[in-house]
């Protein structure tokens, strides 16, 4: 009942809900944005406004067919089940490995009069030809321009006989959580739908890239909505529709759009240069938790553990070591870990920039100058050192026993020669170091960012730590060539 008069209230009178507006901005409880736009009425002449510069994508190309060998069954020779099993089966083997026509369709938007067209990645990947429909029927041929399969966005070019209707950019960074979008697509190829909604959530990570930072809207998404523009009530583009969470293929309100800060950019580049070229620091990075917060003596968890540097690097070459914390970038605070690839990716490629690090307890500014990231895999760092022997030694304040790295315990574990540092030989299945996933054929090559060679310096620097009042130990792992920070309780 409660609900029903309010909404009942809203559409009575436009004056009733404006007076509403003003006494709650003057006391303070309600934002002044709530009290001039209030709730649409309609949405009709904005969707009418925004629909011709939205189009449909199709697209074609040519696979192989392959169907599996399966046996004819064997019966009487001169029966009719041999004939018409044997035709049967030579039809199927004629088709095998004949190429055939597949086809897909998608959605975008036009973002400039004289042809060029955002869509996604996916709608187009491996396609041999493809096609572009407008809201008025035209049909024209579409050439691809580039791709960016990191952040899953494409741009295409067609050659229209006239200018095109087409839309703009706006700031996503601006928009806040509840506020109405409109997503204008070509759902399950059924033409142009219009759906609205709310921005249900900003910065969403759902581990689709390396620079996920997805709003999230309850507006109608579907398969064919892929690369469709999500609109906010400017009639701007805020983001790019590219993925939903759905158990059926349907939508069920969690959609997920590229946000315009980021698609501007990579369209941007991808106009100029026809590829992506963004920054490279050669870092390896790990979340800052609380545990490793306080084992480095940072007041509060924040910034991006560097956990390895790229030899040859911007990293390397600026001074920047394994165990810093990184909390500034370019003048751009890193509050969390993911923040910080995507300010580095957006960075011009050659510019010299400020780095804040925190490294043991003090902060220090270093200058980078940040390359241009490499497709290809980044080589390993060779740190060959000699082994120096020592005794098994058992450390209970951690839960571990930890041996020499003998030539043995290399083969035993599989450890390769250029690793360093004291190999976990045992662990106790009732302790800290288990909680945290440490097991048997770990390599600890730093004790709070100090490097050991020997079980002995293990067991000193535990103690030294557990003398200064720490509750936990930052230790540096080397498991299979991947290194990693881990914050380790210490038992008293």
Known sequence: ?????????????????????????????????????????????????????????????????????????????????????????????????????????????????????????????????????????????????????????????????????????????????????????????????????????????????????????????????????????????????????????????????????????????????????RGWLGVRIQSVTDEIAESLGLDRARGALVAGVSDGGPAAEGGIEPGDVIVSFDGKDVLEMRQLPRIVAETQVGKTVDVDVIRQGETRTLQVRVGRLEEAEEPAAAAAGSEVPSAEQTVSALGLTLSPLTEEARTQFSVPVEVTGVLVSEVAGDSAAAEKGIRPGDVIVEVAQQEVSSPADVARLVEETKAGERKSILLLLNRGGDLRFVAVRLDK
């Open 1 to 277: 009942m409660i609900t029903g008069r309010f909404f009942k209230a809203v559409r009575g009178a436009g004056l009733g809900l404006a007076l509403i507006g003003a006494a709650a901005v003057a006391a303070g409880t309600v934002h002044p944005v709530y009290a001039q736009r209030g709730v649409p009425e309609s949405f009709a002449d904005l969707a009418e406004q925004l629909s011709p510069a939205v189009v449909n994508i199709a697209t074609s190309q040519t696979v192989q067919s392959q169907r599996p060998d399966i046996p004819m069954p064997q019966f009487p020779p001169g029966t009719p089940f041999e004939e018409f099993f044997k035709d049967f089966f030579d039809r199927q083997q004629r088709g095998n490995g004949q190429p055939r026509r597949v086809q897909s369709l998608g959605s975008g938007f036009v973002i400039d009069a004289s042809g060029y067209i955002v869509t996604n990645n996916h709608v187009i990947e491996g396609a041999d030809e493809i096609e572009v429909n407008f809201a008025d029927g035209r049909t024209l041929p579409a050439e691809l321009v580039g791709t960016d399969p990191k952040t899953d966005l494409a741009l295409l070019k067609v050659e229209p006989e006239e200018p095109l209707v087409s839309v703009s950019f706006g700031d996503s960074d601006a928009s806040r959580v509840g506020e109405w979008v409109m997503a204008i697509g070509n759902p399950f190829g059924l033409g142009g739908s219009v759906s609205v909604g709310i921005i249900s959530a900003r910065n969403r990570d759902i581990n689709a890239g390396p620079y996920d930072d997805f709003i999230q809207t309850d507006a109608a998404i579907n398969r064919g909505n892929s690369g469709g523009p999500l609109f906010n009530m400017n009639g701007e583009v805020i983001g790019v529709n590219t993925a939903i969470i759905s158990p059926s293929g349907g939508s069920i309100g969690i959609g997920f759009a590229i946000p315009s800060s980021i698609a501007q950019s990579v369209v941007s580049q991808l106009r100029e240069f026809g590829e992506t070229r």
